[in-house]
């Protein structure tokens, strides 16, 4: 049998922007899929999506007319059941056959046209019998149904179709949007498919203006882009859109420049924004980028401000400049493409205007009030209601600053006072009541330290204000200054604490309030910025002063409190909780942990080396790295794999006697074995420790390797379990204290195979 390419096309009213290209490559892999299922296309087939704001398509290579007819076997039943004792068709097995649809008015002829074999457990009767394949009219109905029964659609509309002679009345469809036309073609031939009450055909609609002609008539599968293209002045393709916007994009922006006071020439460039870059393409059919400009006096309203009103509000795209600063000039991706296109461009600056407008009246009136005026205000925003306002949040949250700023400085790696990170803690929510991050949202922080500059805070604590919700996701910066790293941690640590304490933990894929990003941010601080902190000596403070907050401020707040497990076991009270154990913490260290691990191997370690570092829960994360970089290292000896092994061993020894003391005494070592290793770790232990103190944990592991010879000396002539109990008991001291001295870095163990 020969093949044809197949062209699929559904045309419909305006498609939702941001789901189109994910309902463009839904709607043809399904197909694509469902006709390979049917044996209708291969492997083989390629499947190519086009996806416009009017339509969804889908051209499929190599596609039959009919697919191959199968031979199928079915086993039916034990010969003892479908046969009695002469050999004759029992009623059930009559029924059988009836039900498969063969024929059985000779029952002695259908019994002989059925095999027998064995089964694996008694002689089976089966029915060889030849499947037609599908025809291609019937399973691309199908695979047609199953594709838009499939789509990841956001939302159903439901609309009505007009009456006909074959449905009487008015039938309701439910499409994501109405459809108009439907076009299915295997080579030059129409299938007749029917759906949402559309017959295909072989023409469809091209632009609502530009088109050439109207309808546009589609002679072949294989001309369906270049005909939309010619006839119907119509990119069908989403990817070959959205490529001819970027370089549109990227042509005008080099055609344009901003001359300096100075007179310098300053090249621009359109905004990176891959959401923004993926709505557009999704709103024109075909793109024409043209250049537009606003006033110079709206350059005085922040830049971030500007920018999200053009890209959120107008989808237009913004110019900067090789310092990363606004220009007055903008693209906007038109969907005509008049001669004189001085309307187009008229209309987009008078529509920007307002918008503008509005930003720098937001800025003019949010700087007549300070940040410091507005956070009592924040008393009357609700934070959560098992924890409280805004305000009351602001306070643990400056609690907890001025506790890290205070530990940093005993450390030496600052000398930063609690005052800074204090006054930046207590603002960092009040922009939250400025009209401007009413208005955008996602300024929030951004806003603040706009106004603490304003209000002569000074740029330290205008940029903790602006950072402290960094890192916001995976990959972003860092908070540029240290107050800003001491009052980001302070913030994530406050909303770790308070929502594990009243037990709102991510489940699943569901993280309503950011927990593991919270997590992820706290490692990378506590690990990129290398600070002297203990994880779990952090999580202890802040979760009393959470607690101790809450407990003043007469919160009672019932509250699930969570073991290590995560397991519920007793509703307690903040105030009867600062008697126990910090729960919270010790959960919390565990979840944090888990989050740095699975970022880790994310990375280029492997699973080996981070669980053998993990494995002690080093209480410094900027010493992780290091630790790796050691275990690395020390796995690539020739030593490892036999000191790896013996340290499991040791650990397997020590397991079945944990209370067993490492001191040594020399006078109760017989064997020549052991006084040799004892010796070795006398020479080789109190260096490989003092390395470790000067945290060169790659020089005290190799230092270690030594050991190697005399370990597995020891092991092929030492009985550990000796009879005599002051022997075994000294020489299980010696295994302890060879524990211990090899296992500071890493639990060498993990490495083992």
Partial sequence: MTTQNLLVELFVEELPPKALKKLGEAFASQLGEQLRAQGLASAASVVTAYASPRRLAAHITQVWHKAADQAVQQKLMPVSVGLDAAGQATPALIKKLQALGAEVSDPVAAVAALRQAPDGKAQALFYDSLVSGATLDAGLQKALEQALAKLPIPKLMSYQLEADCELPGWSSVHFVRPAHGLVALHGSTVVPVKVLGLTAGNSTQGHRFEARVSPVLIAHADDYATTLAQDGAVTASFAERRSDIVQQLEGAAAALGRSDPRGSHAALHPIEDEALLDEVTALVERPNVLVCQFEPQFLEVPQECLILTMKANQKYFPLLDDAGQLSNQFLVVSNISPVDASFVIGGNERVVRPRLADAKFFFDQDRKKTLASRVEGLDKVVYHNKLGSQRDRMFRVQAIAIAIARQLKEAGVSTIDDGPAGTAAMLAKADLLTDMVGEFPELQGIMGGYYARHDGLGEEIACAIEDHYKPRFAGDELPRNLVGVVVALADKLETL???????????????????????????????????????????????????????DKGIDNSQTVLTATGQPIKELTHRTIRSIAPLTAEFLLSFIYDRLAGSLREQSFNSQEVDAVLALQPQRLGDIPKRLAAVRAFAALPEAPALAAANKRIGNILKKTPDVDPHVSEVLLQEPAEIALFAAMQSLVPQANAQFEALDYTASLQTLAALRAPVDAFFDSVLVNAEQLDLRLNRQGLLKSLHGAMNRVADLARLAA
């Fill in 497 to 551: 604490v308070g929502m594990f304490g009243i037990g709102n933990l991510p489940t699943g894929d569901k993280d309503p309030f950011a927990l593991r990003r919270h997590a992820l941010g706290v490692v990378r601080m506590l690990v990129e910025r290398d600070l002297p902190l203990d994880l779990y000596k952090l999580l202890v403070l802040a979760e009393g002063l959470v607690d101790n907050a809450l407990a």
